[in-house]
Nanobody, 127 residues
Framework: QVQLVESGGGLVQAGDSLRLSCTAS????????MGWFREAPGKEREFVAT???????????YYADSVKGRFSISRENARNMVYLQMNSLKPEDTAVYYC?????????????????WGQGTQVTVSA
């Protein structure tokens, strides 16, 4: 079993930055593909970013078009943590942000591709 705990959310103004953290326990994240999703009120949970486990020497990252160029996902396997650096935040980024993990290789952009989930952290961006 894997437990994920997100932190770092808060209330910010448009243009500000936040760094979300996800701390994992129960399994080394080196054996997991990791992702971030978000869920705004009245909307379905949507993909934000993913980073796979190292296949050779590098990691592969992928981003939703809505955050590409503004958000950056990274992993620090030695600390069993994953991060989401969010820059140039917009009001439409307001949502609960969830950390997700899956032991399968090549998981992608659908929530049902991820087995483990945190409880979420609220990000609110005012205009």
């Amino acid at each position: 079993q894997v437990q994920l705990v997100e932190s770092g959310g808060g209330l910010v103004q448009a243009g500000d930055s936040l760094r979300l953290s996800c701390t994992a326990s129960g399994r080394a994240i080196s054996s997991l593909d990791m992702g971030w999703f978000r869920e705004a009120p009245g909307k379905e949970r949507e993909f934000v970013a993913t980073v796979n486990r190292r296949s050779s020497i590098t990691y592969t990252t992928y981003y939703a078009d809505s955050v590409k160029g503004r958000f950056s996902i990274s992993r620090e396997n030695a600390r069993n943590m994953v991060y989401l650096q969010m820059n140039s935040l917009k009001p439409e980024d307001t949502a609960v942000y969830y950390c997700a993990a899956d032991p399968r290789r090549g998981v992608g952009v659908r929530p049902d591709e991820y087995e483990y989930w945190g409880q979420g952290t609220q990000v609110t961006v005012s205009a």
